[in-house]
């Protein structure tokens, strides 16, 4: 059994003692903070998940999310929130959350979708662990990076669906990928949002790595070509 370290950020005591019970069931290391300036501080600890509530005392979980990234770069993120769930998810979707889910929700919910992520973002690595070159971005799918050899070896900071998507058409250079297949193999059989998601996380990938070749199939997909 897998141990991953989990920051739950949620101020609701009685809420916060459920999910951990049920995530430490599976063998996870969790920590639970009940306002945004502590989580902010311990951020030196990367964590493997963060589970971040939006309402909090103290920085909010936009800002904790911005700092997240800023700092954790593409360390995967779920966010949960009792307000308006449309606004909550498409402003989490588009700052790099990896999901969402509304209150109230079964715990079972939260550790079937944690799971699947983890299992996603740290699987076991089989022939995609080689390094990939591309435009002088050197793209590592074990150690999850990207590095520009034009900036001194500078690290891109992506979000964890960026990550997903550029291993994905990167591993299967050159193949036509359509929205739909994209939709199911980066974010899951169970995502049901709107496939411009992906329009969304193209637009970010080609702004933080403008050298790469992403070539947009109309009507269709999009695809990486080597050159």
């Given at each position: 059994m897998e141990t991953y370290k989990i920051y739950l950020v949620e101020d609701e005591e009685n809420l916060s003692e459920v999910i951990k019970a049920y995530m430490e069931k599976e063998g996870w290391d969790v920590q639970v903070f009940d306002n945004g300036d502590n989580a902010?501080?311990?951020m030196v600890d990367s964590p493997h998940l963060w589970v971040l509530d939006i309402m909090l005392p103290g920085t909010?979980?936009?800002q904790i999310l911005k700092e997240?990234?800023?700092r954790q770069g593409s360390v995967?993120?779920?966010f949960i929130s009792a307000r308006d769930q449309d606004?909550?998810?498409v402003l989490g979707l588009e700052m790099g959350s990896d999901d969402y889910l509304a209150k109230p929700?079964?715990?079972q919910e939260l550790i079937i979708r944690a799971k699947k992520l983890l299992s996603r973002v740290y699987g076991s690595q089989t022939t995609e662990s080689k390094k990939v070159t591309l435009n002088d971005y050197v793209i590592d799918p074990e150690a999850r990076t990207?590095?520009?050899k034009l900036e001194e070896e500078e690290f891109i900071d992506l979000t964890t669906k960026e990550m997903d998507l550029i291993l994905l058409l990167t591993v299967e250079i050159g193949k036509a990928m359509?929205?739909?297949e994209i939709i199911e193999r980066v974010w899951g059989e169970n995502y049901f949002g709107s496939e411009r998601a992906v329009d969304d996380v193209v637009r970010r990938i080609r702004k933080k790595m403008p050298r790469i070749h992403l070539e947009t199939l109309y009507g269709f997909g999009y695809r990486v070509l080597s050159s």
């Open positions: 902010l501080t311990a909010d979980g936009y997240i990234r800023e995967p993120v779920i606004l909550d998810r929700f079964l715990p990207v590095v520009d359509s929205r739909e």
